[in-house]
C-alpha cells in the first residue's frame, strides 16, 4: 500500500506550538505538497513507482504466491536474496536481486555481481530491469551496490 504522497516520497510537514514547520514536533496538517514533483529526484521516484506497479498489476507472475528463492549470499558481511515469482522457462517471470547491506560490487558501474542460478530467458524473450526502465542482457551478472534493490522481468 502506497499512501498519497509517498509514491514521490513527499515529507511530512509539521507544525509546532507556535505554527512553524519543524520536523521535530507538532502536528502534521499539510496535505500532499505535489510543487515538490518539479525535484528531479523526486520525479525519478514517481516514475519508478508508476512502473512497479504497473508490473505488479500486470504481471502474471505476481498474481500467484509461488516464491522461490534461488540465490542467498550471507559471506563476507553481505546480504544479497535473489528470488523468483513465477515458473522457470515460462513467459511470465520476475526476479528480484536485493542487497540488504553495506556491500558494494567491486568495479562500481564496471563490476558485476554474479547470480549462478540465474534462469534463462525463453526465445525470442530477454530480460528487462523495471525500475532502471532499460533492457539487461547481462542480468544475472549486473554491479549490485548498497542496500538497492533491482526488478527484472521477461519481455
Same mark, same amino acid.
Given at each position: 500500500?502506497?499512501? $498519497? ?12 506550538? #507556535?505554527? #512553524?514547520?519543524? +520536523?521535530?514536533?507538532?502536528?502534521? &496538517? ?41 540465490? &542467498?549470499?550471507?559471506?563476507? @558481511? ?14 511470465? +517471470?520476475?526476479?528480484?536481486? %536485493? #542487497? ?16 549462478? @542460478?540465474?534462469?534463462? %530467458? ?8 523495471? @525500475? ?13 551496490? $548498497?542496500?538497492? $534493490? ?6
Amino acid at each position: 500500500m502506497i499512501l $498519497a504522497g509517498e509514491e514521490f516520497a513527499d515529507q511530512h510537514d509539521l507544525f509546532d506550538a #507556535n505554527g #512553524n514547520v519543524t +520536523q521535530g514536533g507538532g502536528k502534521q &496538517v499539510d496535505p500532499v505538497n505535489f510543487a515538490r514533483l518539479t525535484d528531479d529526484w523526486r520525479h525519478r521516484i514517481r516514475q519508478c513507482v508508476a512502473r512497479l506497479i504497473t508490473l505488479r498489476t500486470s504481471s502474471d507472475a505476481l498474481a500467484g504466491n509461488d516464491v522461490s528463492f534461488i540465490h &542467498v549470499d550471507f559471506n563476507d @558481511t553481505k546480504r544479497v536474496l535473489v528470488w523468483q515469482r513465477g515458473t522457470t522457462g515460462s513467459t511470465q +517471470q520476475v526476479v528480484v536481486v %536485493a #542487497n540488504f547491506s553495506d556491500y558494494d560490487s567491486p568495479g562500481g558501474l564496471s563490476g558485476e555481481y554474479i547470480v549462478p @542460478t540465474w534462469p534463462a %530467458a525463453p526465445a525470442p524473450m530477454s530480460w528487462y530491469e523495471i @525500475t532502471q526502465d532499460r533492457p539487461a542482457p547481462q542480468a544475472g551478472r549486473e554491479p549490485i551496490f $548498497a542496500w538497492e $534493490a533491482k526488478v527484472y522481468a521477461l519481455k
